[in-house]
T-cell receptor, first 116, second 112 residues
């Protein structure tokens, strides 16, 4: 595997379900991100992990819960989602050089989520 | 609130012509600037990155940055039908809780 991989690629879930999205990066990066892409809207940053530490993003509802067990893996745990959460969820990774210098972000293929 | 503005288009350009895509950003402290290409149903892929004022060329692509005007552009020379996609401008202010701030994208159509 190369680059950034995501599983599953497609997910349909009911509002009472619990599911998890998985991301793995094979680029040796130390920062990982979750983005949400809805139709007609720009990509929205949800969470950032740099050096395995989460940087808070208070605008994301608590029904989304990230987990970063190591620098190569990132999860997004989903529970009691709403239909408006249906979107493409993208994972990205980059190398954080510190002192505000972060290199190019590379994206995974995304998980297309549909909440019924 | 950091903002990145792009004309959503569609921008229609004849094959072989130059396509010019523009982007403005609100955060004067922004340090890094990126152009991503996104085909329908696919994830964004990096086309160009630029960090300092001036032009940067890579093959048929040229990125232009003017920090004083808070403006970044992408030129595509000899446009091909395969260039038809949505082009996303992204700006990184660096560090902390920030990832990239994206514009809504410009939908480019290259007419054969």
């Amino acid at each position: 595997e190369t680059g950034v991989t995501q599983t599953p690629r497609h997910l349909v879930m009911g509002m009472t379900n619990k599911k998890s999205l998985k991301c793995e990066q094979h680029l040796g990066h130390n920062a990982m991100y979750w983005y949400k892409q809805s139709a007609k809207k720009p990509l929205e940053l949800m969470f950032v992990y740099s050096l395995e530490e989460r940087v808070e993003n208070n605008s994301v509802p608590s029904r989304f819960s990230p987990e970063c067990p190591n620098s190569s893996h990132l999860f997004l745990h989903l529970h009691t989602l709403q239909p408006e959460d249906s979107a493409l969820y993208l994972c990205a990774s980059s190398q954080d050089r510190g002192e505000g210098l972060r290199e190019t972000q590379y994206f995974g293929p995304g998980t297309r989520l549909l909440v019924l | 609130q950091k903002e990145v503005e792009q004309n959503s288009g569609p921008l229609s350009v004849p094959e072989g012509a130059i396509a010019s895509l523009n982007c403005t950003y609100s955060d004067r402290g922004s340090q890094s600037f990126f152009w991503y290409r996104q085909y329908s149903g696919k994830s964004p892929e990096l086309i160009m990155s630029i960090y300092s004022n001036g032009d940067k060329e890579d093959g048929r692509f040229t990125a232009q940055l003017n920090k004083a005007s808070q403006y970044v552009s992408l030129l595509i020379r000899d446009s091909q039908p395969s260039d038809s996609a949505t082009y996303l401008c992204a700006v990184d202010s660096g560090g902390g809780a920030d990832g990239l701030t994206f514009g809504k994208g410009t939908h480019l159509i290259i007419q054969p």
